[in-house]
């Protein structure tokens, strides 16, 4: 893989947004980023691509109205030592699952926020979010980030899905994301998965060495958003989805199998986890 033009930037905790660079002129291709809203979201749903990325990417700093957890938040990233890590930091707009999920409607900003105040700065943060990782993917030839669905439906996760999506169409890189899902964003990765959204698909393993490592780290400075009875899966599908300029035929998600997070549980291995999508 080659080196990122970007060098490491893990924050340190100056507060400040990380600055952003386009790669220098003749710089190596970045091979490939991961992008992700929270910390703690790289190891749970994209660990398999976060020891060969070239850059990771936190989008979302501080949790809305929880300043103990944003301060927790901050030391844990700190102690990460991630290499190659960019914090945006931008503060998250506290709309958390705040959408009408038996009925979701897609916006050009993510997901339809029911609560007024939360959606004016869900909206404002999208503009900031497809600003702030324009140069910073400007190299890429692969993107991993959430699905569009946002796994188990979280709003923010769907927003960064639909930022790297607007920035593909003018970039041209590679969008990879993962099968996981839940009751919650059920209904949305149904009615995703019937229109045509991927060309390839890969099998992974979990890196279950980091993911464990890193998730102990943020649970000791008191930053883990998850159960901390999660257990991470054997493997996961990764499906490309190339831009629509790459002219490949896409597929649609029907037949596949999902992978539903409720049952990633260690005290009960034997609840399946699969959910085929009709
Ligand atoms: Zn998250």
Redesign the pocket.
Known sequence: MPSCPGGNRNGGGTGAAAPVEAPARGAAPLESAVV???P??EI?WLSGPLGSADRVVFC?GDPFGRPKLAAARRRAVAALALPRLVELRIPESGARFAADWGQPRLTRCGIDVIDAAARARYEANFTILVDRLRPLLRACRDVYTHNPWG?YG?T??IQVYRAVAALQAELGFTIWFGNYVAARSWPLARAIGRAPCWTARRTIAPDLATARRLARLYRRHGAW?WSRFHRWPAEEVLYAQPSAAAGDARRALSGEVLCDVAALRWWAPWRTAARRLD
């Open positions: 992700v809203a929270h703690d979201d749970l979302f796994e979280h923010e996760h958003t």
